[in-house]
Nanobody, 123 residues
Framework: VQLQASGGGLVQAGGSLRLSCTAS????????MGWFRQAPGKEREFVAA????????YYADSVKGRFTISRDNAENTVYLQMNSLKPEDTAVYYC?????????????????WGQGTLVTVSS
């Protein structure tokens, strides 16, 4: 499965962006999906995850209430709506797919990764 992430860019603090991640195969609908991010000099961290059917979602405490993960299985796409962005949200954002987990926050349970899209939030 190939994952193509898009939607990153430069935004002022308090602004919004929506990231998209499109999968190359219809099997996407059976995978849990997640978003992770990696800031310069830091380790990759979990941001949000969604179950294959979209009924369960999880968020990192740092983004809860500001970010929303969703998916459209008919379009093989998962989204990350990011509102009230802060400078500390600046990072490369990666989408990932997990074949064998219903929904997971664990980095090592994801099997496929997109190439990343850069989000820069200016103060």
């Amino acid at each position: 499965v190939q994952l193509q992430a898009s939607g990153g860019g430069l935004v002022q603090a308090g602004g919004s962006l929506r990231l998209s991640c499109t999968a190359s195969e219809r099997s996407f609908s059976s995978y849990a999906m997640g978003w992770f991010r990696q800031a310069p000099g830091k380790e990759r961290e979990f941001v949000a995850a969604i179950s294959w059917g979209g009924g369960s979602t999880y968020y990192a405490d740092s983004v809860k209430g500001r970010f929303t993960i969703s998916r459209d299985n008919a379009e093989n796409t998962v989204y990350l709506q990011m509102n009230s962005l802060k400078p500390e949200d600046t990072a490369v954002y990666y989408c990932a797919a997990a074949r064998f987990s219903r929904v997971t926050v664990k980095f090592d349970e994801y099997d496929y990764w997109g190439q990343g899209t850069l989000v820069t939030v200016s103060s």
